[in-house]
């Protein structure tokens, strides 16, 4: 496992310091950067930028506090400005080959260049500032959902899907404070949590404990496990929600009143228990059930495990659904995604899940909605899906 990181740690650092020498290159070019102090100078500041966010991250995991926090977010400013700085950076570079192109513009591309890279570098340092302002708001989202066989007594009821929290990076105890008062306020019937709720905070999860077991629900509050439990430690996970007031179900459903919630966890790295659908002992496929499973995709057979599942999950997802089809499932909700975030991941997440990134989607009877997150991870960026909390009001079919 500590091999498999470091290579992907390695991947990821030789990529953006790749990206990095493209900016600096692209800017030497564009302002005419021809003093040697000044060329290595920024050669410098950008061979250091590309390792801030790894060391951050490994920082914050080992020490939550308000420096590591600190550091975690300004870093994170930065990965996201770089984004925004690699595509503008391609803009000014077709705009420059096609002045070469113009014969009478050949005397003044310098100035044209230096101009119009100066303007968009400054709107995206302001896009930004924007995107993290962004960050900090959570709207709340209301939808009515059909449920086949839902039993009388869930008749307009209401649910709240919260997703991938990601508690312990730039999301703290303030962001959870603010929103326990914002879901209790909805005062609703269950809360039903699809993953990630910690997140680099494999030291300091038990800080957070006495807020999330402050949520309010008259039938409890259920969670199952995502991929970032798992980096941060899912035994220390499972201790702490099990002496709490949360119900994590971890490959398991439990009836509540003539519905039926099934909760998948997402595959470790070990081999996977697979949930037995054929066992009418633990599940029952006429009953109106809703499954918790952390990414918008089908359930992963028996076998698979996390050095599996990783890929595809990022490449080519199963957005067939069929497992969840078959044994007849009417709603599931999941998270992962954060429908990108920011432009240009939110463009990105649409493409790979093929729409499947975000929002409610009905096949037949069956209805998937995809939480856009309601805390964030990486970039603390948000542009065009804001953090959620859901609020679902069941309806009969």
Excluded at 43 to 55: A, D, E, G, R, S
Excluded at 180 to 195: C, F, M, R
Excluded at 219 to 246: C, Q
Excluded at 371 to 388: M, N
């Amino acid at each position: 496992m500590i091999v498999n990181r470091i290579k992907i740690l390695s991947i990821v650092f030789c990529i953006i310091l790749a990206i990095h020498w493209f900016i600096f290159f692209s800017w030497a070019q564009f302002f005419s950067i021809q003093i040697f102090s000044a060329r290595i100078s920024l050669f410098l500041i950008l061979f250091f930028l590309p390792v801030t966010f790894i060391f951050a991250s490994i920082l914050i995991h080992i020490s939550n506090n308000f420096v590591t926090r600190a550091c975690y977010i300004i870093s994170g400013l930065w990965l996201g400005l770089m984004s925004f700085l690699v595509f503008i950076s391609a803009i000014v570079w077709i705009v420059k080959g096609l002045l070469w192109c113009i014969p009478f513009c050949h005397a003044r591309s310098e100035i044209i260049i230096s101009s119009l890279a100066f303007v968009l570098y400054g709107l995206a340092v302001m896009y930004t500032g924007f995107c993290h302002y962004k960050f900090y708001k959570i709207k709340i989202k209301n939808l009515s959902i059909p449920v086949k066989n839902l039993p009388e007594q869930w008749l307009g009821k209401k649910i709240i899907h919260l997703s991938d929290l990601h508690l312990g990076g730039a999301k703290d105890l303030g962001f959870l404070k603010k929103l326990v008062v914002l879901v209790n306020d909805i005062n609703a019937d269950l809360i039903l949590i699809t993953g990630d709720l910690f997140d680099g905070a494999g030291n300091s999860q038990e800080r957070y404990m006495p807020y999330l077991n402050r949520f309010k629900a008259g039938k409890g509050v259920i969670f199952t496990s995502g991929n970032h439990e798992i980096y941060s430690g899912v035994e220390k996970s499972r201790a702490l929600i099990k002496d709490s007031k949360i119900r994590m179900l971890d490959n398991k459903a439990v009836i509540i009143d003539g519905m039926q919630i099934l909760g998948i966890s997402y595959p470790e790295f070990k081999d996977t228990c697979s949930f037995d659908f054929d066992n009418p002992k633990i599940f029952n496929k006429n009953m109106a059930t809703i499954l918790l499973y952390h990414t918008p995709t089908d359930i992963k057979p028996k076998g698979k495990n996390l050095h599996d599942v990783r890929s595809s999950d990022y490449i080519a997802p199963d957005i067939g659904f069929s497992t969840a089809m078959n044994n007849g499932i009417g709603l599931q909700l999941s998270g992962h995604t954060h429908a990108g975030q920011f432009f240009p991941f939110t463009w990105i997440a649409d493409k790979v899940f093929k729409g499947f990134h975000y929002g409610l989607h009905q096949i037949g009877d069956f209805y998937i909605n995809i939480s856009s997150g309601t805390g964030s991870w990486g970039p603390p960026l948000r542009s065009g899906y804001l953090s959620e909390i859901v609020v679902i009001s069941l309806v009969r079919k």
